[in-house]
């Protein structure tokens, strides 16, 4: 796996059609192994009855690369550090890929979105996801009752405490194409190299 300094390196040099292909949508996780990734599909295709070679699963973050390439502010203010090590507190990301899912999901919330007295339903960050390709299950409507929102965090829950993993959380985020996650990744690289910029 790569260092944070080779990922810097790559980084200033705008190499991000390798890092994206080489490194951050490689199968292997430093700290997540490939039996475990094959669990994560597993569970997903049980859940959601799709075919396992349908199901794409990623690991990211620093679970993936042993450090994170974003900065974190928690509740309380405080910032954690680009490039901080995978710790005790970390959680797994994982980035799932899977066109007939997301469609499981979304209409659900569409369905919901159609019974709000208000159209266009004011979905809040949730749309604003949506648009770029992705859902973010921690924006799903609270309490709805949407059967396959609440499926993804069964899947998830159930993952999260699987000894396997640590008893970490593990998070995952529906993406509906692979082009949809490499967006959403290149702007995290992209990311990295403003702050290299402004460190220079």
């Known amino acids: 796996m790569i260092s944070v300094e080779e990922f810097r390196i790559k980084v200033r040099a705008n190499e991000f059609e390798a890092l994206l292909d080489e490194v951050l949508l490689a199968d292997e996780a430093l700290h997540v192994s490939i039996p475990n990734i094959r669990k994560i599909n597993s569970a997903l295709r049980a859940k959601y009855a799709v075919p396992t070679d349908k199901i794409y699963v990623r690991v990211v973050g620093s679970a993936k690369l042993g ?87 069964d899947v998830f829950r159930n993952l999260s405490k699987d000894r396997t993993f640590g008893h970490r959380k593990v998070r995952g985020g529906l993406f509906h194409s692979v082009q949809h996650a490499r967006r959403y990744l290149m702007r995290a690289l992209k990311d990295c190299a403003r702050a290299e910029a402004l460190e220079a």
């Not at 709000?116 to 339903?121: C, D, E, F, K, V």
Request: one cysteine or more; hydrophobic letters at 40%.
């Open 67 to 153: 450090f994170s390439m974003v900065e974190k502010t928690l509740e309380e203010g405080q910032v954690l550090p680009r490039y901080r090590s995978f710790s005790a507190l970390s959680d797994i990301d994982i980035v799932v890929i899977c066109p007939e899912i997301f469609d499981f999901v979304w209409n659900d919330l569409s369905s919901h979105a159609h019974k709000s007295a208000r159209l266009p339903w004011n979905s809040g960050h949730l749309g604003d996801y949506l648009v770029c390709g992705w859902l973010r299950p921690d924006h799903f409507p609270r309490r709805a009752g949407l059967r396959r929102c609440d499926d993804w965090w």
